[in-house]
Nanobody, 118 residues
Framework: QVQLVESGGGLVQPGGSLRLSCAAS????????MGWFRQAPGKQRELVAGIISGASINYADSVKGRFTISRDNAKNTMYLQMNSLKPEDTAVYYCNAVVVKFAPKEYWGQGTQVTVSS
């Protein structure tokens, strides 16, 4: 089983920046996909950014040009650099990974709170 642990959330002013980290308990090199999701109160969980097969990257329209997803395979860690943060970015952010080993499985971290407010 893969464990995912997010960190880096917190309170930030509008226009500020945060860098989220997701540390995996095993190698992320051969993971089919890794990504960041978020869920605000009363809303559905939505994809923020994802990396498919270690190469293809996509972003939600609402974060394009502001957020950057990346991975450090040597550290088994995925990052989400968030710039120009807006109040509507406030949500719990979750790390996600899909692993194909003996059978495809999906894993989630526990989430980290991001609050954008003055």
């Amino acid at each position: 089983q893969v464990q995912l642990v997010e960190s880096g959330g917190g309170l930030v002013q509008p226009g500020g920046s945060l860098r989220l980290s997701c540390a995996a308990s095993e190698s992320i090199f051969n993971m089919y996909s890794m990504g960041w999701f978020r869920q605000a109160p009363g809303k559905q969980r939505e994809l923020v950014a994802g990396i498919i097969s270690g190469a293809s990257i996509n972003y939600a329209d609402s974060v394009k040009g502001r957020f950057t997803i990346s991975r450090d395979n040597a550290k088994n860690t995925m990052y989400l650099q968030m710039n120009s943060l807006k109040p509507e970015d406030t949500a719990v952010y979750y790390c996600n990974a899909v692993v194909v080993k003996f059978a495809p499985k999906e894993y989630w971290g526990q989430g980290t709170q991001v609050t954008v407010s003055s």
